[in-house]
Structure formats: structure tokens, C-alpha cells
């Protein structure tokens, strides 16, 4: 048994020094406890860079390895479609360099966006960060923004020279510069912890009283204070979340990501604040995120219709019924 | 190898295996927490300073994960190797009765402290955190603890 029977191996003075001694380790956790935040994350990076480096690189290999395993099949399928296509690239891409220079479209074209793999810690009190593969020597740096094919996942926070660690927009300090999608009205995006963490929720805050905010209307970044590109998918309104007086009103969102799902991102590399509206506005893009959409409100009403329930307001009524 | 040595061969056993399984995984809560359990089980080996410093080395390990509450676990562990090296003067036993006491509430008191300490805009309620899921992870320790000891064969050596 490794709980060994009472060894009197000290003495009186043995015991005292040994509590001293653990007098004196308490403190020191109490200090690392106190240090300051950017101190705190020298000596947590230092960690992962060492100690901890073997078993964050096989959670990086095992998210590899499974990301790969699902994508072999998209890929050999964008494989043959880009075969087929390669005979016209070259033609192609000849026209749009020429264009480009013509239209001095290169500088409009940044951020650029690097791929990373997301590498959850695994700890109950760092659900809200993860890492990504991507740092510093990758042109990474902190306020990056983290986006995937949907719109922003979260924030960088600290960057390393391989790998970053990055907030989802359910950390409590997450915080977005936001717009409705046709640029009406403006606020801040945060999150609204929930009881439990699939329940935590999104919050656009300090919109004008009087704008004309309806269900389903896309919020995006709104570029200010230039740590988030202009134009990244938020969510989606939801309903009034509540109302200030006569000035102000907030609204629930829909976020168009939920943290949970999310195992490849990419990472903004470069200048920040750069707009990158035209990503998520060309056909193919918005198209996509129409037809899931659709699909989604196609089989509601055929849910319904299954269970046999009456039909429910349409949901484009809800924001402005609730503010009035 | 020595009795003494073995011990310290599974508890080296538990931090890679807690490790690899949380970090190198992924697996998260449903991995029993084998970094308390080690902690737990070295502070019967050690004197009070000793297991204090143990448990604030593996405090910080867990720490350098969880950037939002650095330090909350460094506190807890070298609070809990005190308290684990200190039932050494308390508690003479091997019963199973006591090992199953000794790692559940070993565990369920790292909970605690840790709770605590890490800072409400990260800590769930009161009650579901510690008295719900503390106590869950508190019979999960226990129950790992239990079947490490018998897997490795103190369970056996100490009823000889």
C-alpha cells in the first residue's frame, strides 16, 4: 500500500520547519496567484513551451490526423473538380494578375488569413480559450481575429512564435465593434454567460432606441477601433434583449458560431482592421449560408407539421413586436 | 525495485497519464482527475513542505492551461499535499474504508478551494460545481484510486 503507517521521523523542530516550509510554498502560490496578467502568461507560456510542449504537440498531431481523415473525401472531390478546371487556370490567372495591377487591388486584399488547428486544454476553467497553430513567425499578433467559413469564432490573445492562444466570443472579456449587415446601426457585441456553456448567449449592445432592427438582420464587424477587419459575420438578430430608457436598446443575437463545433480556423495574419466584407459577400459564400439558412426554416414547419402544432408567429416579427 | 521506488514509478505513471489524456486528448471531464490523485498519493510519501511544494509544482502545470485563473490551482494543490502530508500524523490506516474517504475527500475539497479561487467570471454555481459535480468527481477519484492501487499491487503488499 502506497499510504504508509506514521513514521515518527521527525521531531518537534522537523515538524515545525517542514509546516514553515509549507508556509512559505503557500505564499509563493499566492504571489504567482497576484502577479500580474501579462507576468502570469510569460511563466503559463514558458510552461507549454516545455514542459507541456509533447503533450500539446499530440493533441496537434490527433486533430491533424482527424481533420485529415475528414477531408480526404472533399478534397479528392475538389481534387477532380480542379483537374478539370487546371486546362483554363493558366489563362486565367494571367488576366487576373494583369487586372489587378491595373485596379491596385493587392493592398485591398489584406488581411490575409492563415489556416490553423484549433487544440482545445481540456480544463473546465479554460473552456473559453483554445490553442491555435499559428503564431508569431506566421505573422500572427494579438487581436488577431480567429473566423471560420461561418464568421468570427473569437479574438487572439496571447501569440507565441508557433502557436497563439486565442478567446472564443464566449470569453467574458470578448468584446466586438459591430453593425447591422447594411450599415444602419451600430454597437458592441459581448457575450451573456448562461447557466451552462451550451447557454451562453450574444448581446449587441448600444444600439439607437429608434433603429429599425428586425429578426434574422446579419450584424458584422464594423472595423472600429481597427482591432477587428470590417465585415466579419457575428450572428444574426434574434429578439430585444432589453431597453435603457428611451435611448438605447439590446439584442439577442444568434451567433453564426458556436465555439463547441469549431476544429480549423483561420487567423488574420498582416495589418489589422483591413476589411474583408467582400469574403463573406461573394455569390458563392452568402449563397451557401442562404441555403443553410433555408434548409434550417424549411424543416421547422415540416417538424411542426410531424408533431401536429399550430403554426408560430414568423420569426422576422419577434424583434420589433418585442420592443414595442 | 523497492516499495518505495514503485510508488513513485506510479505516480510519475499518473501525471503523464493525466496529462496525455486531458492535454494530449482532449478528453476533459470525463478523465478522472489523476493529477489530484498523484498529488493525493505523494503527500503520504512526503513531509508537510515537501508535499506542499509537490502539490504547487503540479498547481502550476494544470495552470499554465487554464489562462483565465493562473495561480488558482498552484493554491489548491500545495493547500491539498499539506493537508494529504498532514493526515499522515491524523490517520494511521489502509483500510478501504479510508482510502475511498482520503481520495474522495481529497478531491472533493480540491474542488473547493479551486472554485474558490478561480474567479467568478469562470466558476459555475456553488452547487452545481462543487456539491453536483465535485462530488461526482470526488467517487470517480476515488474509485480510479482504488483500482490503481489494486492494479499495481500496494493494495496486496499492505494486507500481506
Known amino acids: 500500500m502506497p499510504l504508509p503507517a506514521f513514521a515518527p521521523d521527525q521531531g518537534a523542530d522537523g515538524g515545525r520547519r517542514q509546516r514553515f516550509i509549507a508556509g512559505v510554498v503557500f505564499a509563493f502560490a499566492l504571489l504567482v496567484y497576484y502577479l500580474p496578467d501579462a507576468t502570469q502568461q510569460r511563466a503559463a507560456s514558458a510552461l507549454r513551451g516545455s514542459v507541456l510542449r509533447p503533450f500539446i504537440a499530440t493533441q496537434e498531431a490527433l486533430v491533424e490526423a482527424r481533420l485529415s481523415a475528414r477531408q480526404v473525401e472533399e478534397l479528392q472531390r475538389q481534387l477532380d473538380t480542379l483537374t478539370a478546371r487546371l486546362a483554363t487556370h493558366g489563362a486565367l490567372e494571367d488576366e487576373n494578375r494583369t487586372l489587378r495591377d491595373l485596379l491596385e487591388l493587392g493592398d485591398r486584399l489584406r488581411p490575409a488569413f492563415r489556416p490553423a488547428s484549433v487544440l482545445r486544454p481540456g480544463n473546465t476553467d479554460s473552456e473559453r480559450l483554445f490553442l491555435v497553430s499559428v503564431g508569431s513567425e506566421d505573422g500572427v499578433s494579438v487581436g488577431s481575429p480567429v473566423i471560420d467559413q461561418n464568421g468570427l469564432v473569437g479574438v487572439v490573445r496571447e501569440v507565441r512564435a508557433h502557436t497563439s492562444v486565442a478567446m472564443d466570443w464566449t470569453h467574458p472579456d470578448f468584446r466586438a465593434s459591430a453593425m447591422l449587415a447594411n450599415g444602419t446601426s451600430y454597437g458592441i457585441v459581448e457575450a451573456q454567460e448562461g447557466a451552462f456553456r451550451e447557454d451562453d448567449r450574444m448581446i449587441l449592445r448600444g444600439t439607437a432606441f429608434n433603429a429599425e432592427i428586425e429578426a434574422g438582420m446579419p450584424v458584422l464587424t464594423s472595423g472600429f477601433g481597427r482591432v477587428l477587419p470590417r465585415g466579419i459575420p457575428i450572428g444574426r438578430v434574434e429578439s430585444v434583449h432589453q431597453t435603457e430608457g428611451e435611448w438605447l436598446t439590446s439584442y439577442w443575437l444568434v451567433p453564426m458560431v458556436h465555439p463547441a463545433s469549431v476544429t480549423h480556423v483561420l487567423v488574420g495574419v498582416g495589418e489589422p482592421g483591413q476589411a474583408v466584407i467582400d469574403v463573406w459577400s461573394s455569390p458563392g459564400v452568402t449563397g451557401e449560408l442562404l441555403r443553410r439558412e433555408q434548409r434550417v426554416r424549411d424543416s421547422v414547419p415540416a417538424l411542426r407539421d410531424s408533431a401536429g402544432l399550430s403554426a408560430e408567429p414568423q420569426p422576422s416579427d419577434t424583434a420589433s413586436e418585442g420592443r414595442r | ?160
Open chain 2, 1 to 160: 525495485m523497492t516499495s518505495t521506488w514503485r510508488v513513485w514509478v506510479v505516480i510519475a505513471g499518473l501525471i503523464l497519464l493525466h496529462l496525455l489524456l486531458h492535454v494530449g486528448f482532449g478528453v476533459g471531464r470525463a478523465a478522472p482527475d489523476l493529477l489530484a490523485l498523484a498529488v493525493l498519493t505523494a503527500a503520504r510519501e512526503m513531509r508537510v513542505g515537501t508535499a506542499a511544494g509537490f502539490g504547487l509544482a503540479m498547481g502550476l502545470l494544470e495552470d499554465a492551461l487554464s489562462a483565465l485563473s493562473f495561480g488558482a490551482s498552484a493554491i489548491t494543490m500545495s493547500l491539498i499535499g499539506a493537508g494529504g502530508a498532514e493526515t499522515r500524523d491524523l490517520f494511521v490506516g489502509d483500510s478501504l474504508l479510508f482510502l475511498v474517504s482520503y481520495f474522495f475527500l481529497g478531491k472533493w475539497l480540491r474542488d473547493m478551494v479551486h472554485w474558490f479561487f478561480v474567479g467568478e467570471s469562470v466558476r459555475l454555481p456553488f452547487v452545481d460545481q462543487v456539491v453536483v459535480q465535485g462530488s461526482l468527481d470526488g467517487a470517480y477519484t476515488a474509485a480510479v484510486g482504488v483500482l490503481v492501487l489494486v492494479a499495481t499491487g500496494f493494495w496486496r503488499d499492505a494486507h500481506r
